[in-house]
């Protein structure tokens, strides 16, 4: 089964985390509606999106305010202990790692947050890829 991973400069995300993203983006209620459609945009001729260092700006206070939500709705920081949670209560695998899923939305919150860390002070574009 694929999924989306996040790199930028000598960042790494774990293997899939960027998979939520799009769940994940639409979650964050203070991001202008084109920013989600031009990462969205892109995945619809390529397979990855690339996010500016410039456009990290607004995107990273958005995301660690996210983090901070999601783990008080989860109640700890484990996303795949909450990824098995939400598959034992019904919720089909494919559709929560790719953005149903609460954990698998801290899965990938938590990478994208290290990824805009990243782009900022290394000055580099983050890539979200199929792999």
């Given at each position: 089964?694929?999924?989306l991973?996040?790199?930028?400069?000598?960042?790494?995300?774990?293997?899939k985390?960027?998979?939520?993203?799009?769940?994940?983006?639409k979650?964050?209620p203070?991001?202008?509606?084109e920013?989600?459609?031009?990462?969205?945009s892109?995945?619809?001729s390529a397979?990855?999106?690339?996010?500016?260092?410039?456009?990290?700006?607004?995107?990273?206070?958005?995301?660690?305010?996210?983090?901070?939500?999601?783990l008080?709705?989860?109640g700890?920081?484990?996303?795949w202990?909450k990824?098995?949670?939400?598959?034992?209560?019904g919720?089909e695998p494919?559709?929560?790692?790719?953005?149903?899923?609460?954990?698998?939305?801290?899965?990938?919150?938590t990478?994208l947050?290290?990824?805009?860390?990243a782009?900022?002070?290394?000055?580099?574009?983050?890539?979200?890829?199929?792999?």
């Open positions: 089964m694929s999924g991973n996040i790199h930028c400069g000598s960042f790494q995300g774990d293997e985390s960027g998979s939520a993203i799009n769940g994940v983006l979650a964050l203070k991001i202008p509606k920013l989600v459609q031009s990462i969205d892109q995945f619809e397979e990855f999106a690339l996010i500016s260092v410039e456009r990290t700006v607004p995107l990273l206070p958005a995301l660690v305010s996210y983090r901070h939500q999601l008080e709705q989860i700890h920081d484990d996303w202990k990824a098995m949670e939400e598959e034992a209560a919720l494919v559709r929560a790692k790719w953005g149903d899923g609460l954990g698998w939305r801290l899965y990938c919150v990478d947050i290290k990824a805009c860390e782009s900022q002070a290394q000055n580099c574009e983050i890539a979200i890829c199929l792999c």
